[in-house]
């Protein structure tokens, strides 16, 4: 999930990709995310932490101990707990190498508690005091960020810009670029954000990071309703091999292609296009483009559609094993108390953690939800449960009620729409707000392409494609059809 997942696993931002670490003497010496996230080394630092504070003579901690256990309370996303560690380092080791680290993951926890604000001036401060450092770079490029999460998004362009004249080699100057455009669209400025896909088509011509600023054009052009040029795009992105760094696909052009010819009233045009899409079970943008023929008054396009989906559904009954209902009594009661597709339900589980109650991320994700310490301090209460813990989120029937209270609320925010509660429970909902207003479409595939993580789109893929066989195989309660 992201309470959940912006915030609880690998993924989507490059900001949750980077090692939870201590430092002593200024050298890299801790532990990657997982390693950090296990149960037995949370309870660790939990029964030093009580012993120090029932000590009638505590200890002086050195500043590298606090440094890990402060890593390990973050990887398992205990922020309140890893900020009292940083500050002690702060507070009581001014001129410890482990100076720069410790603000640093103040500014991080805040960020991934999306208090957005707080971890502004945090960076800005690591940013200023540390600006020859990776710590002082990192505080700058994430300074803009927390802007572009806030809807700031004309302040998060200059922010980044900055960031970019000051580090014209920085480490994080091709995201950068995207993040300028992104921010002028978030805006309301398309022509700034013109200018800046051209900039960052020129600056990395013949990379991935040309291939997404070209796609970002082509999402520009079809949010603005220009389709003749959103079909000129499309065909120069066709001409060239799509890396997958580049967060998009020739089927996913192809869609947004199709998509724009029929918007031009080019419907014949836009048959061929969709049809060109192949559709099978693992297909996202064929299952949409059969949707897409399906709708159409054109009785060979119907035809056409009635064939794809019937080989389709061919397929899903040939592997209807893999996709059982456990659970089902805790799945559809939760389900039905919050007016939520028991099926889409199951199709997110399906994804999270293969059915498997006892399922530990490297992020610290627990559970058949995989949900998260936050989240289930956070939904706990609102799902009627008094208290729940990290241990209880193994419990299905706990975890069954946390996780749909909060898919519930994600439903109630984006009118139901499938594909951004998958996405909101990969990537957060604060993210998909942002995607959702850039599309200025209500087609869910013009949605799905512009979601700007690649670990949260590829996960929207996968649901939509268990969602879309839970729907064949059974019906609204759980009865396999």
Known sequence: MKLLKTSRKKQFDPFALILLAT????????????????DASLNSVRVSDRADR???????IPAAEHMRRAAIYMANRAFAPAREHWQAVVDNYPGDPNMPGALY????????????????????????AYPEMKEGREGSNFAASSLLRMGRGDEAAARYIEYLNKYPNGERIDTAHLNIIDGYRES??????IVWIDRTRQRFMGTATEISATFAGLRLDIALGEWNHAVQTADELLQKAIPTAANTSADEVLYLKAHALERAGRTPDAIRFFSMIPDNLDSYYGGRATNR?????????QQRASERSGAVRASIERAAAAYPAPFRFQVLSESRKRALDPRLVLAIMKQESQFKPNAKSGSAARGLLQLTIDAAQKYGPRAGLKQVTDESLYQPA??????????AELSRMFAGLAEAIAASYNGGEDNVARWLGRTNQSDAGVFAAEVGFGESKNYVFKVMSYYRAYRQLYDANLNRQ
């Open 398 to 407: 706990t975890n069954i009620a946390v996780g749909t209270e909060y898919m």
């Open 105 to 128: 993951g103040i500014a991080r926890s805040y960020y991934q508690e999306r208090r957005y604000e707080e971890a502004r001036q945090m960076f800005e401060r690591v940013a200023q």
């Open 293 to 301: 023929l399906a709708a159409m008054n054109d009785s060979g396009a």
């Open 54 to 60: 029932l000590s009638k003579m505590p200890p002086q």
């Open 23 to 38: 430092f002593a003497g200024g050298t890299l010496v801790s532990t990657t995310l997982g390693q950090s996230a296990t």
């Open 188 to 193: 309301g400025h398309p022509q700034d954000a």
